[in-house]
């Protein structure tokens, strides 16, 4: 005999399988989906994170921008206060130079032989007037006057002979070159 099975045991195991199957895709899609979740949680925190940082770090960069403004106006007052100080330091050192000048002049003039009428200056330039004996001690004078520390060079712009109470004696003027101190 001949045995039919009417109990559709085949479509049941079809059935089973895809309600497997669909439970595993469901579940599959669900851990796909917590996943993706997950990540763009984290995307997003590390976003939001990133942003704030850099909101610190530009509001860090504008107080060291100002900062730096504050810096380089130190620096700008204090090249401005180097120069001043420079200035009064020339100053305080030049203070004493046209007395010394006038000291080593004086003591550069022979005393009974050669008289100075004018000592006048501008800038680096000394004009020299004066009465000597003879065209020697004018000589004598301008060698001594260039061999000074204050003195660069000496030139004779002029020498003629006057007659002063009876004596012929040489009026001269001479242009020097002073030193810088």
Not at 77 to 94: F, M, P, T
Not at 141 to 148: A, D, I
Request: proline share 2%; charged share 30%; hydrophobic share 40%.
């Amino acid at each position: 005999m001949i045995k039919i099975n009417l109990l559709p045991y085949k479509e049941k195991e079809k059935q089973a399988t895809m309600a497997r199957q669909a439970v595993i895709i469901l579940f599959t899609s669900l851990i796909f989906l917590f996943i993706i979740a997950s990540v763009h949680i984290y995307v997003s925190r590390s976003i939001s994170n990133l942003q704030r940082d850099i909101k610190v770090k530009e509001t860090r960069l504008v107080d060291l921008k100002n900062i730096i403004g504050e810096i380089d106006h130190i620096k700008t007052e204090k090249n401005i206060l180097e120069k001043k100080l420079a200035v009064i330091k020339r100053l305080d050192e030049d203070r004493l130079f046209p007395v010394r000048l006038l000291d080593e002049i004086n003591q550069l003039t022979p005393t009974k032989d050669l008289w100075l009428n004018k000592i006048s200056e501008t800038g680096m330039n000394l004009n020299i007037e004066g009465v000597g004996r003879d065209n020697i001690t004018v000589a004598l004078f301008m060698k001594s006057l260039e061999l000074s520390k204050y003195i660069q060079s000496v030139d004779l712009i002029s020498s003629k002979q006057v007659d002063i109470s009876g004596s012929k004696l040489q009026q001269f003027t001479l242009s020097c070159v002073k030193k810088r101190s």
